[in-house]
């Protein structure tokens, strides 16, 4: 086997992908007669390339005294899959800017190409209208939205801030307009050739006194603390809704428009509110947040050479996936004793994704990579878990492979690797499903060619969904966050008909920057938040390999309390980790942070910040095992609570029983004072 054909296929194995590149494997895995190639030349070797180009590439094999050899590729791939797609002429198209590798593989020898795909320009601005009139004397900072002309936010492109009459209101560089006569003023921003604006209305300050309430106030880290003005003019009638500017002293803290204050340090804080030529201050003293508590092991299993995967944990059974062809059940009535009861073996290179009803009558597991092409999923019956059987195979629509699959009562949502859309599949019966709906974006730079297994979209991808109270939540890669109605009734949506709600697009390349593998990977509804994670790789690596795979990623806190405008409020980042799967419960995050291991995050209350350097963290677990696939590394996949427990899967290390033991920190710590807080 050519050892870089597989580390691309595997590459997509565990970045969870998609069928041009499984059929690479294949094709690297088969026995060709002897070749003669001992190098391979790619044309042009470098480029340079705009997002939705197509560039074709042509490829020659050579040998040993470099002379051609008449054999043609076996296959070609782009890397990372995100950014560009090749089809199997050579010709590749590109989705988003960064630098992608270019290959192809002759007689079993690989050559590559270099390709910079340039930023796009910005397409539009959205500035944000002001909350209310601006008083003389006042200011305000405005926020625009740069995006590009697929839609993702710029958040680093350059503005340029000019006020049409700047008599009344006068704007600088960073966007901090000042009033400074009574008026309406034009304000815009300009990038490139897209051109925002907004009215400024300006009006006499008419503010004679003012206070800031509460007037002091106690808090842990990552507690929120909302202040609001009392303001009142020269007679002494109060003065509703005067425009206020906040501001905080020292470092570690943060206030917000609104009046919402929260600290990542330990400290006392002084919070002043601004309107017009008055002021007024108050303060706040934070003391540690103190969350962290033991986390006791309870039992181990590891999955003796099998890397495991998704984990589902129901009643008193375990059942665990694993990245090979199998699944496997356990009894957990004795959770100090796990006992393993049966397994079920598929037609599979991976079997990602494992759940049942709640009932545990049926059961659903995804399939990947099958040697006889055909994908989709198995229906299995695991009324008695020690005698597993399958009900039925449904890979009419989805032979390309289904990477992950949510069962909401007779229902169930796949993710279709081959054309990147949504399927959902009634399994009232379950020995007879049938297809009853299909969704997904439209976007200009997707396309589509044909393979083995049938018409490939390069350009979309869907990885993960959760579907809560008739709506459905996609984790949609580098199209970001789709909310569907699939039954709520506010878009008018079914089952059977989805109709979209929202979406809310990230933009990874600016997140991670070049040579990652990177999108919106998993989604969890809890309360009016929606818990969004990215998965970020190398853009090529092996799965299979010994060695350390490096990782990162950002889980984003979506506040979705308006279901039709999701914004970003919080977010949580392990600095050595890299986020995969969770679970929220019981105001906790139970978390798998691939190499920073298990965790559990404090998520009561008001969430804004930065979770991790709030001190929200309460708990975390190092799964790396001597004896593991990779021994003494975690991998940790994610995290289920269960009946006071909490089950961590971990790739190299097995299933970890775990529970939450006693706070680490005894009694009440006095918040140091300022000159302490503000150190750095």
Same mark, same amino acid.
């Given at each position: 086997?050519?050892?870089?054909?597989?580390?691309?296929?595997?590459?997509?194995?565990?970045?969870?992908?998609?069928?041009?590149? #499984?059929?690479?494997?294949? /094709?690297?895995?088969?026995?060709?007669?002897?070749?003669?190639?001992?190098?391979?030349?790619?044309?042009?070797?470098?480029?340079?390339?705009?997002?939705?180009?197509?560039?074709?590439?042509?490829?020659?094999?050579?040998?040993?005294?470099?002379?051609?050899?008449?054999?043609?590729?076996?296959?070609?791939?782009?890397?990372?899959?995100?950014?560009?797609?090749?089809?199997?002429?050579?010709?590749?198209?590109?989705?988003?800017?960064?630098?992608?590798?270019?290959?192809?593989?002759?007689?079993?020898?690989?050559?590559?190409?270099? @390709?910079?795909?340039?930023?796009?320009?910005?397409?539009?601005?959205? @500035?944000?209208?002001?909350?209310?009139?601006?008083?003389?004397?006042?200011?305000?900072?405005?926020?625009?939205?740069?995006?590009?002309?697929?839609?993702?936010? #710029?958040?680093?492109?350059?503005?340029?801030?000019?006020?049409?009459?700047?008599?009344?209101?006068? @704007?600088?560089?960073?966007?901090?307009?000042?009033?400074?006569?009574?008026?309406?003023?034009?304000?815009?921003? $300009?990038?490139?050739?897209?051109?925002?604006?907004? $009215?400024?209305?300006?009006?006499?300050?008419?503010?004679?006194?003012?206070?800031?309430?509460?007037?002091?106030?106690?808090?842990?880290?990552?507690?929120?603390?909302?202040?609001? @003005?009392?303001? =009142?003019?020269?007679?002494?009638?109060?003065?509703?809704?005067?425009?206020?500017?906040?501001?905080?002293?020292?470092?570690?803290?943060?206030?917000?428009?609104?009046?919402?204050?929260?600290?990542?340090?330990?400290?006392?804080?002084?919070?002043?509110?601004?309107?017009?030529?008055?002021?007024?201050?108050? &303060?706040?003293?934070?003391?540690?947040?103190?969350?962290?508590?033991?986390?006791?092991?309870?039992?181990?299993?590891?999955?003796?050479?099998?890397? #495991?995967?998704?984990?589902?944990?129901?009643?008193?059974?375990?059942?665990?996936?694993?990245?090979?062809?199998?699944?496997?059940?356990?009894?957990?009535?004795?959770?100090?004793?796990?006992?393993?009861?049966?397994?079920?073996?598929?037609?599979?290179?991976?079997?990602?994704?494992?759940?049942?009803?709640?009932?545990?009558?049926?059961?659903?597991?995804?399939?990947?990579?099958? =040697?006889?092409?055909?994908?989709?999923? +198995?229906?299995?019956?695991?009324?008695?878990?020690?005698?597993?059987?399958?009900?039925?195979?449904?890979?009419?629509?989805?032979?390309?492979?289904?990477?992950?699959?949510?069962?909401?009562?007779?229902?169930?949502?796949?993710?279709?690797?081959? $054309?990147? =859309?949504?399927?959902?599949?009634?399994?009232?019966?379950?020995?007879?499903? /049938?297809?009853?709906?299909?969704?997904?974006?439209?976007?200009?730079?997707?396309?589509?060619?044909?393979?083995?297994?049938?018409?490939?979209?390069?350009?979309?991808?869907?990885?993960?969904?959760? +579907?809560?109270?008739?709506?459905?939540?996609?984790?949609?890669?580098?199209?970001?966050?789709?909310?569907?109605?699939?039954?709520?009734?506010?878009?008018?949506?079914?089952?059977?008909?989805?109709?979209? +709600?929202?979406?809310?697009?990230?933009?990874?390349?600016?997140?991670?920057?070049?040579?990652?593998?990177?999108?919106?990977? &998993?989604?969890?509804?809890?309360?009016?938040?929606?818990?969004?994670?990215?998965?970020?790789?190398?853009?090529?690596?092996?799965?299979?390999?010994?060695?350390?795979?490096?990782?990162?990623?950002?889980?984003?806190?979506?506040?979705?309390?308006?279901?039709?405008?999701?914004?970003?409020?919080?977010?949580?980042?392990?600095?050595?980790?890299?986020?995969?799967?969770?679970?929220?419960?019981?105001?906790?995050?139970?978390?798998?942070?691939?190499?920073?291991?298990?965790?559990?995050?404090?998520?009561?209350?008001?969430?804004?910040?930065?979770?991790?350097?709030?001190?929200?963290?309460?708990?975390?677990?190092?799964?790396?095992?001597?004896?593991?696939?990779?021994?003494?590394?975690?991998?940790?996949?994610?995290?289920?609570?269960?009946?006071?427990?909490?089950?961590?899967?971990?790739?190299? =290390?097995?299933?970890?029983?775990?529970?939450?033991?006693?706070?680490?920190?005894?009694?009440?710590?006095?918040?140091?004072?300022?000159?302490?807080?503000?150190?750095?």
């Amino acid at each position: 086997m050519a050892r870089y054909g597989k580390i691309v296929a595997q590459a997509v194995l565990a970045a969870l992908v998609a069928v041009p590149a #499984m059929w690479a494997q294949e /094709k690297a895995e088969e026995k060709p007669p002897a070749s003669k190639v001992k190098t391979v030349q790619i044309s042009p070797a470098t480029a340079k390339a705009e997002v939705g180009q197509t560039v074709h590439f042509t490829a020659a094999g050579k040998d040993a005294d470099g002379k051609p050899v008449a054999e043609k590729p076996q296959v070609w791939f782009a890397a990372p899959f995100d950014v560009a797609g090749a089809d199997e002429d050579g010709n590749v198209i590109f989705h988003a800017p960064g630098e992608v590798t270019v290959g192809a593989v002759i007689g079993g020898q690989v050559g590559f190409a270099k @390709v910079t795909v340039a930023n796009q320009k910005v397409a539009k601005i959205e @500035v944000a209208e002001p909350e209310g009139p601006l008083p003389v004397g006042g200011s305000m900072m405005l926020t625009a939205t740069a995006r590009a002309a697929n839609g993702n936010p #710029m958040e680093g492109a350059t503005l340029r801030w000019a006020s049409d009459t700047p008599a009344i209101a006068r @704007v600088d560089a960073s966007g901090l307009v000042t009033g400074l006569a009574a008026g309406h003023a034009r304000v815009h921003a $300009t990038a490139d050739e897209a051109k925002g604006e907004v $009215t400024i209305e300006v009006t006499p300050d008419t503010v004679a006194k003012m206070s800031v309430e509460p007037k002091s106030a106690e808090a842990r880290t990552g507690d929120v603390v909302h202040f609001h @003005v009392e303001a =009142s003019n020269l007679n002494g009638a109060a003065v509703k809704n005067a425009f206020t500017r906040w501001s905080v002293s020292g470092e570690g803290a943060a206030i917000y428009p609104d009046g919402g204050f929260v600290a990542e340090r330990a400290g006392t804080y002084v919070v002043t509110a601004s309107s017009g030529r008055h002021s007024a201050a108050a &303060s706040v003293v934070v003391a540690p947040r103190n969350a962290e508590r033991e986390l006791e092991v309870v039992a181990h299993v590891p999955l003796k050479d099998t890397q #495991m995967a998704e984990e589902w944990i129901i009643g008193h059974h375990a059942y665990v996936s694993t990245i090979a062809d199998k699944i496997f059940a356990y009894d957990i009535t004795d959770p100090a004793k796990p006992a393993l009861l049966d397994s079920l073996k598929v037609d599979a290179r991976l079997v990602n994704d494992v759940s049942t009803t709640p009932d545990e009558k049926v059961g659903v597991m995804t399939r990947e990579g099958a =040697s006889n092409r055909k994908n989709g999923i +198995v229906f299995f019956d695991p009324s008695d878990p020690a005698h597993l059987k399958v009900f039925s195979e449904y890979t009419e629509t989805v032979t390309g492979g289904v990477h992950s699959a949510f069962i909401n009562t007779h229902y169930v949502y796949l993710t279709d690797d081959a $054309t990147g =859309s949504m399927r959902v599949i009634d399994f009232a019966d379950p020995r007879h499903p /049938k297809e009853v709906a299909r969704w997904q974006t439209e976007n200009s730079t997707e396309k589509s060619f044909a393979t083995p297994f049938g018409t490939t979209t390069t350009g979309r991808y869907l990885h993960d969904l959760y +579907v809560k109270d008739g709506l459905a939540y996609l984790a949609y890669w580098r199209d970001g966050l789709i909310i569907l109605d699939v039954g709520n009734g506010m878009k008018g949506g079914s089952p059977e008909h989805p109709q979209l +709600v929202s979406q809310h697009k990230f933009n990874h390349y600016e997140l991670y920057g070049n040579g990652w593998l990177a999108g919106t990977h &998993s989604v969890f509804r809890y309360k009016n938040y929606v818990f969004t994670g990215d998965e970020v790789f190398p853009g090529l690596f092996n799965i299979e390999s010994k060695d350390r795979i490096p990782v990162r990623a950002i889980v984003h806190v979506m506040d979705v309390s308006d279901l039709k405008h999701p914004k970003e409020v919080a977010w949580y980042e392990v600095p050595e980790g890299g986020t995969h799967n969770f679970w929220a419960d019981d105001d906790k995050l139970y978390l798998g942070d691939y190499a920073g291991g298990g965790r559990v995050i404090d998520i009561s209350g008001e969430l804004r910040g930065d979770l991790y350097r709030e001190g929200r963290e309460i708990a975390s677990l190092w799964t790396g095992d001597p004896q593991g696939f990779r021994p003494n590394l975690p991998f940790t996949w994610g995290g289920q609570p269960w009946n006071g427990l909490i089950y961590f899967n971990d790739i190299n =290390s097995g299933l970890w029983i775990t529970k939450l033991g006693k706070p680490k920190f005894q009694g009440t710590t006095t918040a140091p004072p300022l000159q302490q807080s503000i150190l750095p």
